[in-house]
Nanobody, 119 residues
Framework: QVQVVESGGGLVQPGGSLRLSCVAS????????MAWYRQAPGKQRELVAH???????SYSDSVKGRFAISRGDAKNTVFLQMNSLQYEDTAVYYC?????????????WGQGTAVTVSS
C-alpha cells in the first residue's frame, strides 16, 4: 500500500519562508510525476507546482518566482520551498504522487499540511 506523508506546515509571518516535505513509501515504488496542490478555505483545490518524471518544473502564476519544487536525493521525496509568503498562500497543502504500477498509473495523496500566513 502506497502512503504519502507531508510535513513542514505551520504559522509564518508575511514575507517569511517555509519548506514542505513529502515522503512516499515504500521506497521501492516507481514514482513518475510529483506535485503540490493547495486548498484554501472555501476554495477548490488548485495545482501549485509540478515536477515531471523528466525533471520539468511548472508553477501556477500565483507562486511563480516565489516557490520551488524539488526532488530529494531519495527519489521518493519531494519538497516545496516557499519564500516571500503572502496572506493568500494560507491553505492546506497536499502532496500528489503518481506511481507506475507496471500496467497502470495511480495518483496518491497525502493528508495535507496546513500553512497559515498571518501577522
Amino acid at each position: 500500500q502506497v502512503q504519502v506523508v507531508e510535513s513542514g506546515g505551520g504559522l509564518v509571518q508575511p514575507g517569511g519562508s517555509l519548506r514542505l516535505s513529502c515522503v512516499a513509501s515504500p521506497s521501492t515504488i516507481t514514482i513518475l510525476n510529483m506535485a503540490w496542490y493547495r486548498q484554501a478555505p472555501g476554495k477548490q483545490r488548485e495545482l501549485v507546482a509540478h515536477l515531471s518524471a523528466s525533471g520539468r518544473r511548472s508553477y501556477s502564476d500565483s507562486v511563480k518566482g516565489r516557490f520551488a519544487i524539488s526532488r530529494g536525493d531519495a527519489k521518493n521525496t519531494v519538497f516545496l520551498q516557499m519564500n516571500s509568503l503572502q496572506y493568500e498562500d494560507t491553505a492546506v497543502y497536499y502532496c500528489n504522487i503518481q506511481v507506475d504500477h507496471g500496467v497502470d498509473y495511480f495518483d496518491y495523496w497525502g493528508q495535507g499540511t496546513a500553512v497559515t500566513v498571518s501577522s
